[in-house]
């Protein structure tokens, strides 16, 4: 990643927690590609009760291709990210992230302990605690509850790749571009009204080139699109900050809620009531950041 701000920086701290385990549309949020729900806050506790502090310099690898992974790490500082597999060309650029709160890594082969299929690197400098299995399996039997939510995790995780993976195989470039947008806004803007319309206002979703890796797009089709909703005033950019009208993204949202099955979770039907309900970002940096 390029150079960043202590501002923009800063701003990454201060972003929502939401549970996945809640049903209601009132209260719940959906999965979105490219950035995994934030783990359970007593999972995160634990973690950082027994395992141990380790800080990463900017593109340091925390596992490489290959490498068998046996542990769980949360983000307390930073952003850290992964990548897909390559066995030729071992670049370290993000396909998805994890900023604070979320795991760094640990949430596909946890139980198995297979190899990861690609590279996880800090994006930014970062601290994670990170605990290994053999440590943190006993203690999670004793605690089937703690177990439970973080099996739930995972396959939140998973569906959340699965959202990613079928954006890249199916949808044109301007929707995946809409799409990652969403996952970044959901987790670190706040909405506002201007002549009647709500706006989100967010931290700049990363940079061009890490934006071109996450949606799988061209530096030129990234820029084209961008241009284009710049010259439309639709993507605002105001030093570290994005702004942007809610409804020219509904179409892509609209499309990710369509494209799941029927199930015991009911979501907001627009990205307008969405923000709507979801709680706003705390004006504070979240705690986990200092620990």
């Not at 809640?22 to 979105?32: F, G, L, R, T």
């Not at 639709?234 to 892509?252: H, M, Q, S």
Request: glycine residues 4%.
């Amino acid at each position: 990643m390029g150079n960043i701000s202590a501002e923009w920086l800063s701003a990454l701290h201060r972003k929502r927690f939401y549970d996945i385990d809640i049903k209601d549309k009132e209260n719940s949020v959906p999965i979105v590609p490219w950035i995994h729900p934030p783990l359970n806050q007593d999972i995160v506790r634990l973690l950082i009760k027994v395992g141990k502090k380790v800080s990463l310099k900017r593109q340091e690898k925390l596992i490489s291709l290959g490498q068998s992974i046996h542990h769980l790490a949360v983000v307390t500082n930073g952003v850290t990210a992964r990548n897909f597999g390559n066995p030729t060309v071992a670049t370290e650029k993000a396909a998805a992230i994890s900023p604070v709160g979320h795991l760094a890594l640990g949430n596909l082969n946890f139980f198995t302990g297979r190899p990861a299929f690609g590279h996880y690197f800090a994006l930014t400098n970062a601290e994670i605690y990170i605990c290994d299995r053999e440590l943190i399996m006993p203690i999670l039997k004793t605690e089937p509850t703690l177990l439970a939510s973080l099996i739930r995790h995972f396959e939140s995780c998973a569906l959340s790749d699965r959202i990613g993976l079928a954006l890249m195989a199916f949808s044109p470039v301007e929707q995946r571009l809409k799409a990652f947008a969403i996952s970044w806004a959901i987790h670190f803007a706040d909405s506002f009204y201007k002549d009647g319309k709500m706006w989100l206002r967010m931290p700049v979703p990363l940079t061009r080139s890490n934006r071109c890796l996450v949606a799988n797009a061209s530096s030129v089709s990234t820029d084209n699109y961008l241009k284009k909703w710049k010259d439309e005033g639709v993507w605002i950019r105001e030093g570290d900050y994005i702004t942007f009208p809610v409804d020219f993204f509904e179409d892509t949202y609209k499309w990710m809620r369509h494209s799941e099955e029927q199930s015991s979770y009911t979501y907001a039907s627009s990205l307008k009531e969405l923000f709507e309900l979801m709680p706003r970002i705390p004006q504070t940096i979240n705690p986990l950041a200092s620990l």
